[in-house]
């Protein structure tokens, strides 16, 4: 992840003002806690564990720190606004595909946050060096969809009745995917070629 340290951090801009990416650590564990535990449950049915629990969070920070997860997280101060993971399974027969999540605040939707973290994953994925990314999302988080069919991603999957809230309704699970050396040649609309 030696590329990425140098990246990070790095101040940018939203539509309401700057905010600053760095990358996910111990350290910043209060403060995720505390975003986490502030996104509507429905937010999170997408990830494969509930980050709201102790273990799940200290099981991110450990993958985090041995490589198998690159995280960014917004933040302005000590707040987190919003945090994307890039998931690497380095020993599956899937290791040259990297899976992107990404949540936002409430307060931060609709301000461009959520794109500026697809890309910041599409740049992790090319120096890390990924041919692929996918991203899973309830069907119903309709503008999440738009945003990632709008960065080239495109349907592969449709699971039905795959996540279950905690009051025991079921959702369909969306994947989709996008050929990074695809996003590559195209990062000039994104306005990414300045990032390498």
């Known amino acids: 992840m030696n590329n990425l340290t140098e990246r990070y951090p790095l101040t940018t801009s939203c539509k309401d003002g700057e ?6 650590s111990a350290e910043h564990r209060s403060a ?7 996104l509507p449950e429905h937010d999170l049915l997408f990830l494969k564990r509930n980050i709201r629990e102790d273990k799940v969070l200290d099981a991110w920070i450990s993958s985090v720190e041995s490589g198998d997860v690159a995280s960014v997280i917004a933040c302005r101060g000590d707040t987190i606004l919003g ?7 380095k020993w599956s027969w899937s290791s040259h595909v990297g899976e992107v999540r990404v949540l936002v605040d409430e307060s931060m939707r609709k301000q461009g946050l959520g794109r500026l973290l697809i890309q910041e994953c599409f740049i992790a994925g090319l120096l890390l060096g990924l041919e ?6 309830t069907t119903d988080q309709e503008t999440a969809v738009t945003v990632f069919e709008e960065m080239g991603f495109t349907t592969e999957a449709l699971l039905k009745d795959h ?12 994947m989709m995917g996008q050929d990074v050396e695809q996003f590559q040649s ?7 070629d300045e990032a390498f």
Do not use: H, P
């Open 163 to 174: 996540v279950m809230s905690q009051s025991g309704e079921k959702f369909d699970l969306l």
């Open 32 to 38: 995720m806690q505390q975003f986490a535990n502030a």
């Open 83 to 89: 945090c994307n993971s890039l998931i690497i399974d």
């Open 19 to 24: 905010i600053e990416l760095k990358l996910f």
């Open 186 to 192: 195209r990062k000039e609309m994104y306005g990414l």
């Open 132 to 137: 692929k990314l996918t991203a899973k999302m």
